[in-house]
Every structure is written in C-alpha cells, then in structure tokens.
C-alpha cells in the first residue's frame, strides 16, 4: 500500500474514533394533530407552531402544538424566516413528546431534534449562503448611548426578553448585540447583520413609528404616529441602521414526509 493511502486511512480511522457521538432520544411519541383540533382552531388564542426552547437538563422533552417549522428552528437554531420548506410544514401541528436518555449530556436537544426530523418524518436539508439585500446596524460616530444590563450574567438565560406594543414601544432586556440584530429582522422583514463589534448584554428601550418597520404585522394605520422612524430611533441610541448587501444564510428542506412514522 502506498505511503499516502495508509497516511489517509489513518486519518480516517482517527476522525471515527475522535468524531463526537451522536445523540438520539430513547423513546418518542408523534401525533400530528387535526386542523379541527379546538386546541389550534378554538376561540382563544391560535398556537403558533413554534417550539419553545428547552434548556437546562431535562428528562422529557414536550412540544405541544407545534409545526415542522417550530421545531426545525429550534434543533438547527435558526429563525424561523430563513428556513425554506412547503407551506404544510407551516400549517400542519404535531404533538411531540420524547424522552431523554440518562446518559445524555446537557446541550443535545438539538442533535436529538435533528434525529427525530430525519428519523420519523425522512426530513433531508442543506444550507445556502447568499448575497441579499439586508440591513447593517453599526455603531454611529458618537459611540453607543447603551445601557448595560445588571443582570447577573448566570441569569441572563432565564431573564432575557423582549416586549413590543402597537404603538411602537420596544424594550429588550438582557440582549446581546446579535439577539438585537436578529429581532430588528424580524421587525424589518429584511436580514440585519450585526456590525456594532459589541461584546456584551443590554437594556434598551427605544420608541418608533411601526409603519417604519415593514416586517411588523399590521395593526391598523399608524401613517400619523408623533414617533421617530425606527432609523431615527436607532440614530438616538449612537446606532446606525442602513441597506447593504449582506450574506445571508438559509436552511433549505429538500425533502420530508408529511405523516411520520409510527411511535
């Protein structure tokens, strides 16, 4: 055997022995739900599809009322608007209840997530890194005018969130500078790159006209608020919010059953 192929083959055998393992839960239930089901379809607020995260060091895992889309966001951690995948998996809800092996360490639910989608629905995806045109949030020529947060940083997981009403008043408490980002895409309906180089997490209040942030939902007209445009907001706390071409990146689902395979 040439030199070469022994050198690859061991460093073949190397990455088998040293590649980390991959985590599966020990036993799961899947339900799709029916869109009569009165806890999707009844009077009071709709489920939303989404999965809530799950942190800590859980037995089970429980996601009721959730859509494919809910739960490929939280086992690839992506937001849900850069995920590409049929309109069912927006609109079809499952019942998922799983239960996590006692060996497993913390910070696996995602690979197990993972291994559900492909184990019980064949899911097969892939990612796609483009050039669109987004939003960069900078720091202006004044500097930040940014509150740092006094939560203690062992807390910041559980105490982090962010609140916006429909007259345009928006806090975050506990956010990182890509946390801010990533909610300002979601107001923006564009991708927002996170340029500032701020390490760190922040309160931030802030108010702006909602007709100035297009990805918002629509709570009737608000063309004669007295607030500034979300720019001008943004200018207020030493930030920059301006159009540029960024490299935006997408989760793409090639192929998925709809039904899933049986418990």
């Not at 796609?128 to 939003?135: A, H, P, S, W």
């Not at 949030?137 to 930040?144: E, N, Q």
């Not at 203690?152 to 008043?169: C, Q, Y």
């Amino acid at each position: 055997m040439r030199p070469f192929a022994v050198l690859a083959l061991a460093a073949l055998a190397l990455a088998a022995q040293t590649a980390a393992p991959k985590y599966t839960f020990e036993v799961a239930s899947v339900k799709p739900l029916d869109p009569a089901d009165p806890s999707i379809a009844g009077p009071g607020p709709r489920a939303t599809g989404m999965a809530s995260p799950v942190g800590g060091d859980p037995v089970h895992v429980s996601l009721p009322h959730v859509t494919l889309l809910g739960v490929l966001s939280q086992a690839y951690g992506v937001a849900p608007r850069l995920v590409e995948c049929p309109d069912w998996m927006r609109t079809q809800f499952y019942i998922i209840n799983a239960k996590v092996p006692d060996d497993a360490p913390k910070g696996h639910i995602p690979e197990m997530l993972q291994s559900l989608l492909a184990d019980r629905f064949h899911m097969a995806v892939h990612w796609e890194t483009k050039e669109e045109t987004g939003f960069a949030l900078s720091v202006g020529k004044g500097g930040p005018k940014l509150k740092k947060s006094d939560i203690p940083e062992d807390e910041v997981s559980t105490k982090r969130s962010s609140f916006f009403n429909t007259s345009g008043h928006l806090t975050f408490k506990a956010t990182t500078m890509d946390q801010f980002a990533s909610s300002l895409s979601v107001d923006m309906g564009k991708q927002v790159a996170n340029k500032t180089d701020l390490s760190g997490v922040y309160d931030i209040t802030m108010d702006a006209a909602p007709d100035s942030m297009p990805g918002l939902p629509s709570f009737g007209s608000h063309a004669d608020s007295p607030l500034p445009s979300i720019f001008t907001a943004l200018h207020q706390l030493g930030l920059n919010l301006e159009p540029q071409k960024i490299s935006v990146k997408r989760l793409i689902v090639d192929s998925a059953d709809k039904v899933p395979t049986g418990n």
